[in-house]
């Protein structure tokens, strides 16, 4: 690629963009980073550890889903550029609150309120990306955005071994999304949408999704093919410490530094990802690849082979490689969906699937463990088993959208 072909991928929108979403993955891998002194100083005792960190995660969850649907509509009624202003104040606020919290419940609270801010910058920021791209251009462009952005998990990780002040890493979560906010006054809005805006179209009907069977069949399908990835965060990488010691009796694994590692190699995938999609000429080509390698990195998280900390945590870097296709997957998402409905996609779609962690959960933790009775290695397996077989249904039966035209809209 020659200066002129490079530099649409350095433009305003795609850096802000990325550095808005690096902001959203600092805040929402910081919990996990973070967990057990900050759980500790909120009154969680070992015994009580796993069932407190699955409620605030939980609850941190569902904000993203609730939020994702508010911000979607949003973005298709009033602008991209309104969730982007909107999402960042929230959870810029809800970050500093999140700094004072003394117990579990309000921990939980705070994390549910940044969930709801946090739900709307990635969608907005994929869909005003892919909007003033060119079309063989969207695809890099919104992996970068991504690729850049996912590295902000490893800045997290980095700013609490440096501080080892859990409350004041939030703080600084908050000040980074401020800071944010004042570049954002030199974004533009998407032609796309001021057009579609000056024609009178009716956007952001959440209902659209279900008025149409075909519709229906693309939004779930688009939400299904991307469940892997927080299995893998969720499950996998967040109780690797479990994972190490009832496997080989580690008790010295820091599952903030899985996080870590699980991060940067997400933000090398996503970036191989774009890459790759581009070289086939098709995004199905490139996902299919990465959940191939998905499936080899699973194989040996649970294999005799993973035998040590060091294994493990070279194992989460794999798995988080592998499972860096999120970029992909959102693009995908947007690509399906006329502007109308866009920003209402792109945002609703990946929360959507961040939403789906509890349903993991109560797969995994309570209808496995807690009911059945089996062994953690065993309920992680099967989990496993299941959320890979839905994904690769839904994968068979998605569209390709590497070469659809963006300028479209959708009707009753």
């Not at 500093?96 to 994390?111: N, S």
């Amino acid at each position: 690629m020659n200066d002129k072909s490079l530099r649409p991928f350095f433009s305003i929108p795609v850096i802000v963009a990325a550095l808005g979403y690096f902001v959203d993955i600092y805040d929402l891998l910081l919990f996990t980073i973070v967990k057990a002194p900050s759980l500790r100083d909120v009154g969680t005792t070992d015994a009580t550890m796993l069932a407190d960190s699955t409620k605030v995660i939980n609850w941190q969850m569902v904000g993203l889903l609730i939020g994702g649907i508010l911000w979607g509509v949003l973005g298709d009624k009033r602008g991209r550029l309104s969730v982007l202003f909107g999402s960042i104040i929230l959870y810029s606020v809800a970050n500093f609150v999140t700094g004072f919290v003394q117990t579990v419940d309000q921990y939980a609270w705070c994390r549910f309120v940044a969930g709801l801010g946090l739900a709307g910058e990635l969608g907005a920021g994929i869909t005003l990306v892919s909007e003033l791209l060119p079309q063989n251009k969207r695809g890099i462009g919104t992996s970068l955005v991504a690729g850049i952005g996912l590295s902000g998990a490893v800045v997290a990780y980095y700013t609490f071994q440096f501080t080892d002040d859990w409350r004041l890493c939030y703080k600084i979560g908050g000040g980074l999304g401020i800071l944010l906010l004042l570049l954002r006054v030199k974004v533009a809005e998407s032609g796309m949408f001021t057009q579609l805006k000056e024609r009178g179209v009716a956007r952001g009907d959440f209902r659209l999704f279900f008025t149409s069977a075909t519709r229906f069949k693309k939004y779930l399908l688009a939400i299904l093919i991307g469940l892997p990835t927080w299995y893998v965060i969720g499950i996998l990488v967040n109780q690797s410490d479990k994972f190490g010691e009832a496997m080989f009796g580690s008790k010295t694994i820091d599952s903030g530094r899985s996080i870590m590692f699980a991060y940067a190699g997400i933000a090398v995938g996503d970036i191989a990802v774009g890459l790759l999609s581009q070289y086939f000429q098709s995004r199905k080509k490139a996902l299919l690849t990465f959940y191939l390698l998905s499936l080899v990195a699973l194989v040996f998280f649970f294999s005799p082979a993973n035998t040590s900390d060091a294994t493990m945590y070279g194992v989460c870097l794999a798995l988080g490689f592998s499972t860096g296709f999120w970029a992909i997957f959102v693009t995908m998402g947007a690509e399906q969906f006329g502007t109308n409905l866009r920003a209402t996609a792109a945002t609703t779609i990946p929360n959507m699937v961040r939403g789906a962690l509890p349903l993991i959960n109560l797969l995994f933790l309570n209808l496995f463990q807690k009911t059945w009775g089996w062994p953690l290695v065993q309920s992680g397996i099967v989990t496993g088993l299941i959320t890979l077989g839905i994904t690769l249904v839904a994968f068979y039966f998605t569209e390709e959208t590497f070469h659809k035209d963006l300028d479209f809209t959708e009707q009753d």
